[in-house]
DNA sequence: CGGGTAATCGTGAATGACTCAAAACAACGC
DNA sequence: GCGTTGTTTTGAGTCATTCACGATTACCCG
């Protein structure tokens, strides 16, 4: 039933555009992507789109809440499907890849701190920093460390 | 004890000298500046220096463990020299303001998350997202709401 | 305390990621 | 099908940051 991201899009106010449509279903198989890949992905199927068009595009959906936007340090912003559950990212520092994280362990125990600064807090996002397998991988082999 | 500075860049390794001196200074009273407004502070000081030095400078002094960067979304990065002690932060969404916050509840709940597949995690990172009291009061003013 | 050397700074150009503007185009309601 | 209005395209422009390289200066040494 691929056609539901068409009813999505409407429902969000939204027209829908062959663009948009092929931002979505690519966000299911590819999360985490940034504006480039999404761009060179698309070009696949649409060889014609831009890459302006593919930040327009999503900006709206980000705006219409079709989709997440994250902004990892370092990193150029990258976008999600996944919605509505407020999970978590593992984020490699060495290659930047990027995995969810589900908060399972207690639901906001830290997410409510003490002295907010007075601040009215709207939401918190959680970030962990490490190494991912792939490039844990590559430090320990000895040949490809420089350092011996 | 401001020569103190001059130890701890000396103990990173670094050379002294004025700008970076004076950045770390700089940090003590204004934390979480980023580097145009740390160029423009260090201008009434040092008229000459330019603003690719200040970033020269800033990271420098990042990479030997002296500030710490942080790079909240849509905000350029901001440097501040608070170290050792993980606190995170509070980031206003409608005016950028940043305070700190001592997670003072329980030291990582959430810091261990069930699945992180397969990464090896480092450090976590929390930033909450809210509105400023600044900001919460100018919404509240009528005469100033655009939307009545 | 002066000299040599390599780190650091200044100048200027360049990059990456994204935004803005206006004209061409296409979705949707009729 | 037709018109309205939201989208995309094209192209330029912005912002924060990085790169390159000659000029400068901090620091080690004698």
Known sequence: MPTDLADD?????????????????LLENAPHSDAESIHGLLRD??????????????????????????????????????????????VCTECGAIEDVDCVVGHAPCLTPSSTSGFAIATAEVNFWGVCPDCAMVAETP????VA
Chains 1, 2 share one sequence.
């Open 9 to 25: 899009i409407r429902a969000a106010g939204l027209r829908v555009t062959r663009g948009r449509l092929e931002v979505l279903e």
């Open 45 to 90: 199927v649409d060889p014609d789109i831009s890459i302006q068009s593919v930040h327009n595009i999503l900006s709206a959906l980000a705006a219409a809440g079709l989709v997440r936007r994250i902004e990892p340090a370092r990193s150029p912003a990258r976008y999600e499907r996944r919605l509505g559950d407020n999970h978590h990212h593992v």
């Open 143 to 146: 040949a490809a460390s420089p």
